[in-house]
């Protein structure tokens, strides 16, 4: 049974740890982006612990708020959602934590109105776009790069 509980300001250091090393793609995270995720969005950060109350894993997120009308009626969308970021410690993988993760947040954005949730991924990051998948996320743009020099 995986534990996932409200992320505390106790819990960032360890939450740091684990984004630095397994969410370093484009930027690392520091210590104050994790920092600021939490302060602007403490109601959609969640952590997950194993029975000694270490941190595993963590998901954080946000409400999209401005998006013009014609996009919200054109997504057929009331309140959108996004999936800022998550990660699970390597050693506690495929033990359901990155799911049970997912989906408190997305209870939580159920829970206050959210219709639909984006995301974005790095293509690389095979496992995540696995678990998206599994969990209902379809692919709805592709982002495409091409090198001149
Ligand atoms: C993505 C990540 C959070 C998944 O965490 P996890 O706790 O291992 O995931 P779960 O155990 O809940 O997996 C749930 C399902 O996702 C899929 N999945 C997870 N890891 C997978 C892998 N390595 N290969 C294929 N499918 C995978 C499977 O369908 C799995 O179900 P199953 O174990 O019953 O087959 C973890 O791999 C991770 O931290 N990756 C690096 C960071 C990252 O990519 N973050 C996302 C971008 S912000």
């Known amino acids: 049974m995986v534990k996932v509980r409200p ?8 939450v740091f740890e684990i984004a630095e ?6 930027a690392t995270p520091t210590f104050a982006d994790i920092e600021g995720m939490y302060s602007r969005n403490p ?5 997950a612990e194993d029975n000694s109350g270490r941190v595993t ?17 054109t997504w057929n969308a009331k309140r959108v ?18 799911r049970a993760l997912m989906n408190t947040l997305l209870e939580h954005f159920q829970r206050n109105g959210i219709d639909i949730v984006n995301l974005d991924v790095p293509a690389e990051q095979e ?7 599994k969990l ?3 692919v709805r743009a592709c982002n495409m790069r091409k090198r001149l020099v």
């Open 7 to 14: 992320c505390s300001s106790n819990d960032l250091q360890s």
């Open 21 to 26: 090393k397994y969410t370093s793609f484009d």
């Open 43 to 47: 109601d959609y950060f969640f952590v």
């Open 57 to 73: 894993g963590f998901i954080t997120g946000y409400e999209r708020k401005g998006l013009p009308e014609n996009v919200l009626r």
């Open 81 to 98: 959602g996004y999936v800022e970021l998550m990660a699970v410690d390597s050693r506690y993988r495929r033990k359901g934590i990155g």
């Open 127 to 133: 496992a995540a776009v696995q678990l998206y998948k």
């Open 136 to 138: 209902g996320f379809y």
